[in-house]
């Protein structure tokens, strides 16, 4: 690749999946318009059976974010004012938020170093009378260790929500991350493995009780027009982009391996960088984001040099959840949390990156850090 193509390397480039997948969206989209069924149409039904099928469960409850989701799970759960939700300081304010919305109190343990997931052998000396559920996050698409949460869950009597944000079709030993809790939350966010063309969530359970009253809650507490039962949401995945998600869909496997090859690709180039911190390739890992951790104070120097060069990378997350305006002063410091905060950062990827650029990537990170 020459210099001047590496100018030009976003964090993540959705143009050629647009590309390749265009007339089959377009013909969706004109199938949606023909039918002018906009409100939970009929693709709305089509995809939640497809994902179901797909993900290994009885129930898909499509909704209109990856928030709605968290929250509504929350809410079918009967999780409330008084509960705590214990969850990870290190991810993206909705998980927490979400819990504070329905009027509980977030609770964090701090991450596993190695994984930047929630440290499971944390959460025993986290639990209180108060403590009601669980909310792992599997962070850039690497699964949490689903065995001990529910080994956990079941010796102390507590819900467990998935926050499957970023693991759309990632594994935890085999099994699908969002099928082993009481409920799954996912995000169709235009970035994700599995994107719209604007918002949308999913949420996925074995419990009819639970699919009922989440399906309720999505639609102003109702299950019969006119009839509200309770206080809900308008919260309706919207019919256009399950049309786009279905087309999708059935390419995720294939997509997904390519982000794991493209990973492999960056741990091989990356090898021995003083400094440089891979992620660890295991089997189920979906990389939404491939995180390399810079060590010794390096990061935002080398994130400065990699954007002077037109290479696109961001920093997720820069504030651990606990040290939020919202939160700050409310609990202790998560040592690992905070330094994770400081030393993550998150490459190009997509399921359509060119392991050319890939290469190009590998080769300037090599060149500054010879310097």
């Not at 030393?343 to 500054?368: C, D, F, N, Q, Y």
Request: hydrophobic share 40%; aromatic share 8%; glycine share 8%.
């Amino acid at each position: 690749m020459s210099a001047e193509q590496v100018r030009t390397i976003p964090i993540l480039d959705l143009e050629p999946e647009i590309d390749e997948l265009r007339p089959e969206i377009m013909a969706a989209i004109g199938r949606v318009l023909d039918r002018t069924d906009f409100i939970m149409g009929e693709d709305v039904h089509l995809f939640e059976q497809e994902v179901a099928a797909y993900l290994g469960v009885k129930h898909a409850i499509g909704v209109n974010s990856g928030t709605d989701a968290l929250v509504i799970a929350l809410r079918a759960l009967g999780i409330g004012p008084g509960d705590e939700v214990i969850t990870t300081p290190f991810t993206f304010f909705a998980t927490a938020e979400s819990i504070s919305m329905v009027g509980a109190k977030p609770v964090f343990v701090d991450i596993d170093p190695a994984t930047l997931n929630l440290n499971p052998e944390l959460i025993e000396a986290a639990i209180t009378p108060a403590t009601r559920a669980l909310m792992p996050v599997h962070l850039y698409g690497n699964p949490v260790d689903m065995t001990r949460i529910m080994e956990i869950a079941h010796k102390h009597g507590l819900k467990v929500v998935e926050d499957c944000a970023q693991s759309f079709g990632a594994r935890w030993q085999g099994q699908q991350t969002g099928t082993m809790g009481d409920f799954g939350a996912y995000s169709f966010f235009p970035s994700k493995n599995l994107g719209a063309y604007g918002d949308g969530g999913l949420l996925a359970t074995n419990d009819d009780a639970l699919a009922d009253t989440a399906r309720m809650l999505r639609v102003h507490g109702s299950r019969k027009k006119y009839h509200n039962e309770t206080v809900g949401y308008n919260s309706r995945l919207d019919t256009l982009q399950a049309a786009i998600l279905r087309v999708k869909l059935p390419h995720i496997e294939k997509w997904n391996a390519h982000r794991r090859k493209v990973a492999r690709q960056y741990n091989e180039g990356l090898k021995g960088l003083v400094g440089i911190v891979t992620p660890e390739l295991t089997d189920g890992h979906a990389f939404h984001q491939y995180t390399i951790r810079v060590q010794n104070g390096r990061r935002d120097e080398l994130q400065q040099k990699l954007a002077e060069q037109g290479i696109g990378t961001m920093v997720y997350y820069p504030i651990p959840q606990d040290e939020l305006p919202i939160y700050k002063g409310q609990y202790p410091t998560y040592e690992h949390s905070r330094l994770a905060a400081k030393e993550a950062l998150s490459l190009p990827i997509g399921h359509v990156i060119p392991m050319g650029t890939v290469e190009a990537v590998i080769r300037a990170l090599k060149a500054m850090l010879k310097t």
